[in-house]
């Protein structure tokens, strides 16, 4: 007679090794379910937060734009050449307006300039210090002078990943040792007077150590504010400034 079989023999929900290893492995996989779940979450956040291929980082304006010293990658020393004529009589606002308006049969004017940049304000403002010697000769006048300012300079023009381009103008003094004809039509005169000279300048964005300048030279008495003298002498010059 057959023996019945003892796995056969158990009775439902009686607990036997069969249930009980049925419920374990289900309990492993509802666990290994779980973690996998939130391995996948991780793993999706991560991706989310990754920088996409060849994505740039974004940047962190440098503070040192804002300090009073000049930023560490500006080239601190810049020496000028220039060559110019005689605006003649023509008052420096009809210059502005039409500098083609010379007078070379009077004198030419060539000049030299050293100037040091101090400062940055602003961020897209910086201050410069400069001194300069010039000599105006022509058929029937001849005159030396020498010049120190204080330039004030901006460079934020959105365009200048192109043309590297800024605009700055100056405060300062100018001895001249003669006087010109323009001069010398004012009642009263001086040696010194004040010295204002806006210029542009131009430069490649991967070469902004080499200027091409456009500058107006002019000095005058500033209505009167130095001796009395209402006049004064303009010269339009270009040049060329390398930054060192």
Known sequence: MRRPDSNQSQTPGSGGPTVRSRAARAGLAAVWLAGASVAASQAAAADLLAPAPGAVAPTIPDASLLSPAPIATEKLWGLAVFFGSSGGQHDMHQLLIKPWLLHPEDYVWTGAAVNRRIGRFWTDFSVELEGGLGHRFGPRYSGNEAWVATFVRYDGFFWNDRLYTTLAASTGLNYLDSFPREELA?????????????????????????????????????????????????VVSVGYRHRF
Do not use: C, M, Q
């Open 186 to 234: 004012s009642r009263r005169r001086s040696h010194i007077l004040h010295y204002f000279a806006p210029e542009l300048t131009f430069a490649l964005p991967d070469h902004k150590e080499h200027e091409f300048v456009f500058r107006f030279h002019h000095r005058s008495g500033v209505f009167g504010t130095f001796n009395g003298v209402w006049g004064g002498s303009n």
